[in-house]
């Protein structure tokens, strides 16, 4: 087979144009930043989609109808060298090259690193793009594949955290009870991965700009005429990728996670504990059962923030019809806020995007428009949803946009609602054909599937901080693409109740993690199937009580409900997992806030931090919160110990539990009771916790967990005390407490300070030391020696 063979005829600031010389297609190859280049495909001039809605350069929101494709002002746009040489073109910053084979178009990709040009990538030799259709229709990239190379990524995927050999979907689906090895695909479109290869200890990623179904093959396919190789594949669009230097896996996250925008930085309240159950709500006594929840909480001495009101609220018989209070079951649901808000708990509800044909506003909105059209806009694509049919909301439509926002605040928020929980949004519309607004300019939902989650959380985004511009939005939402970490809490769906979930829900949030959606959590206890076994549920308790997000939730096949009392005998061992959690929540608060300023996951694998040690990336049932604290959750039914592999560090690791400190680069046995989560810190650390019980807010006292080596060493920490719910942070209209800890073999020195327009808080910390540490601590001019003090050392603020 003839390649096509290309020609560079134009140079911009900004990179290369190629033509292809026995075709249309037009090569636009951009040089983004030192680290990040990117190649766009069309043919001629013409974009298909000429709007992005999931690249967002550091940006914190864009514009409903998106973002111009071609927008390149949130770019630095560095200087770049280029040269040919008979049929290759370079182009290169100081970080990054790539050498372009013009006869087929073929792309070599090198790094440098530590002074040396590292080759990282390459595309297939053989057929790597879909010149002149020559592949079928749609779009192709095939690269080179080594048999070593380790794939993460590519949002909420099922099985092992190497996707190596797998092949998945990314094509939105309701999946309801997913076995959490194998079903694809699930709710969401990440259409990005990153390559790490062992040997070369180097890391890059790829992110397709592209939301119409598509397959990622990462090996599960093999041809005798390309060798080794991987491909992505999608039905319509441009073929638009970004690839993202490292060398490190942390560097490419970091990076991938800048390009599709901020994290949204959540208030305080939403860390606690967040009850919820479709029970409660789908009971004929609905407000009454929801009344007791309040009341076994403080029974049960259960620490609770908040309550997600399951779409039960909103029924008219059996069905559910989002913005309609049921009244039998509610009947006074401003009084059912104020209970709750008086118990120290917030409101989050359920709202759906598909109305069905009974609904009461649906021929409303029908004559209006603003539903997702038949292929012959003649009326309204009639499609399942839940036990009927329905229609989904147009969110490309300005009117459904401002619709929805009035809805939320004239049936929510005005009644004192908190927060939406934007759920079943993963628009399952088959007909490709099905035509949308499309901000005045009409088109088919083709590759706008992803994209109407994602604009529907941004409305009702948009609808709470209207509602409340001086406080920070908290909202969850199921489904979405690229970018939906800008608004939303999500979580990894509605998963089946076995040992089985719970061990393979831990990859599944890490690849979320390293796909930029730092704030997940999963539905504790398990949301389908049987009610979970007292050993179980005490396991995924543990497992998620230092997760962003916990929430114990159900719809059991039984009819019974997943509580933190649904078990006597295992009550105690839950509120002692619900009271850790509380004791971390300033720890989670300051890891939320580096995630939104620095773009740092909460959430990671050993090997995001302490790649240099090759064991780091070994699959394990562990995972990392922040880059001092270790999970070694239990995972398996009986097991009383867990063998847990420490990264090499020279400050060693502690035991939380014990006190006991161990050198890194080994795997150690801990014992691991029913009535206890293993957990590590790594040597000269800090950990900010509460000292008391319950909500993190208004404490009169900080307490500062410190871990200093046996051998000496140094830590810092500048942590944030601010109101946990305004913008103040962002103006130096709060308080920052600033740490530093030195120790040597003999002292333990530590210094107290404090940044911003506002005191401190609180009017005292307290130092905290692992059992069994005896050297003395100076802080300023005075001393303590832990043993007479039990470890607990009580210092006043500013002096």
Avoid at 345 to 363: E, G, S, V, W, Y
Avoid at 616 to 642: Q, T, Y
Avoid at 676 to 681: A, G, K, S
Avoid at 713 to 737: K, V
């Amino acid at each position: 087979m003839q390649e096509s063979l290309f020609s560079p005829y134009e140079i911009k600031p900004y990179g290369l144009h190629f033509q292809q010389e026995d075709g249309p297609a037009v090569v636009r190859l951009f040089v983004l930043e030192e680290n990040l280049f990117r190649v766009l495909i069309t043919e001629g001039e013409h974009l298909q989609e000429p709007k992005t809605w999931t690249v967002a350069p550091g940006l914190e929101d864009i514009p409903y109808e998106g973002r111009d494709r071609l927008d390149l002002s949130p770019f630095s746009l560095p200087d770049f060298r280029y040269w040919r040489e008979k049929v290759t073109v370079t182009v290169e910053t100081d970080q990054l090259r790539a050498v372009v084979n013009l006869k087929g178009f073929r792309i070599t990709w090198f790094e440098n690193h530590r002074g040396r040009w590292t080759p990282i990538a390459c595309d297939r030799q053989t057929q790597s793009y879909n010149w002149n259709r020559s592949l079928g229709s749609g779009l192709f990239h095939y690269l080179e594949r080594d048999r070593k190379d380790h794939y993460y990524g590519l949002g909420k995927k099922t099985g092992k955290l190497n996707r190596h050999g797998r092949r998945y979907r990314m094509n939105n689906l309701d999946a309801m009870g997913y076995d959490a090895e194998t079903t694809d695909p699930l709710y969401k479109h990440i259409p990005f991965y990153i390559t790490y290869h062992p040997e070369k200890q180097m890391a890059y990623g790829l992110f397709y700009d592209n939301l119409s179904p598509s397959v990622f093959d990462m090996g599960a396919e093999l041809d005798n005429y390309h060798g080794f190789y991987r491909y992505f594949q999608a039905e319509a669009g441009d073929l638009d990728y970004y690839f993202i230097g490292g060398p490190r896996v942390r560097d490419v996250v970091k990076r991938y996670t800048w390009l599709t925008g901020k994290t949204a930085f959540p208030p305080r309240w939403s860390l606690g504990y967040s009850g919820s159950t479709m029970h409660y709500t789908d009971a004929p006594d609905a407000q009454e059962q929801l009344q007791q929840f309040i009341q076994d909480c403080k029974t049960h001495q259960i620490p609770c923030s908040s309550f997600q009101l399951s779409s039960g609220y909103t029924s008219i018989d059996a069905k559910r019809y989002v913005f309609h209070w049921n009244r039998d079951k509610i009947p006074e649901p401003e009084k059912l806020v104020q209970t709750f808000a008086e118990n120290g708990m917030k409101l989050c509800a359920n709202i759906k995007p598909c109305l069905l044909q009974d609904h009461p506003r649906f021929q409303e909105l029908k004559e209006k428009g603003l539903l997702v059209q038949n292929r012959w806009r003649e009326k309204p694509e009639i499609v399942q949803f839940w036990d009927d049919t329905g229609a989904y909301l147009d969110f490309t439509h300005p009117e459904t946009i401002r619709w929805w926002k009035d809805q939320i605040q004239e049936q929510l928020l005005q009644v004192g609602i908190a927060s939406t929980w934007n759920d079943n949004n993963e628009y399952e519309i088959w007909d490709s054909e099905a035509q949308v607004h499309g901000f005045g300019s009409p088109r088919s939902i083709q590759g706008l599937r992803p994209v109407m989650p994602l604009l529907m959380t941004q409305a009702s985004y948009h609808s709470q901080r209207e509602n409340a511009p001086t406080e920070r939005p908290y909202l969850i939402t199921r489904s979405g693409c690229s970018g939906m970490q800008r608004y939303a809490q999500t979580w990894t769906g509605d998963n089946y109740t076995s040992w089985k979930t719970l061990k393979f829900n831990i990859p599944m949030g890490i690849g979320l993690s390293l796909s930029g959606i730092y704030n997940f959590g999963h539905d504790i206890g398990g949301f389908s199937g049987p009610a979970p076994e007292p050993e179980l549920l005490i396991r995924w308790v543990q497992n998620g009580a230092l997760l962003p997000r916990f929430t114990i939730h159900s719809w059991n096949d039984d009819g019974t409900v997943n509580e933190p009392w649904m078990y006597p005998e295992a009550t105690t061992l839950i509120r002692q997992s619900l009271q850790l959690r509380y004791r971390f929540l300033p720890y989670l608060y300051h890891l939320f806030y580096q995630a939104h300023a620095y773009d740092q996951p909460i959430v990671r694998p050993a090997f995001y931090d302490y790649g240099h040690d090759p064991h780091s990336f070994k699959e394990s049932d562990d995972f990392f919160v922040g880059s001092l604290l270790l999970v070694a959750s239990v995972v398996e039914k009986g097991a009383r110990e867990r063998k847990v592999y420490l990264p090499r560090h020279s400050a060693g690791w502690f035991d939380y539990h014990t006190g006991q400190w161990y050198e890194g680069g080994q795997k150690i046995h801990l014992d691991a009771p029913l009535d206890r989560l293993p957990l590590l810190f790594r040597g000269n650390s800090i950990i900010p916790v509460t000292t008391g019980k319950g909500n993190a807010d208004n404490e009169e006292q900080r307490g500062l967990l410190l871990y200093p080596s046996p051998e000496g060493g140094e830590a810092e920490l500048r942590l944030l005390e601010d109101d946990g719910i305004s913008y103040g942070y962002q103006t130096g209209d709060c308080a920052w407490l600033t740490v530093h800890l030195e120790a040597t073999r003999e002292e333990i020195r530590v210094t107290l300070g404090s940044e911003g327009k506002k005191p401190l808080p609180y009017q005292a910390i307290q130092l905290l030391l692992p059992p069994g540490e005896n050297r003395r601590v100076r802080v300023g001019d005075k001393s303590w020696h832990p043993l007479d003090h039990n470890g607990k050392i009580n210092v006043k603020v500013g002096g």
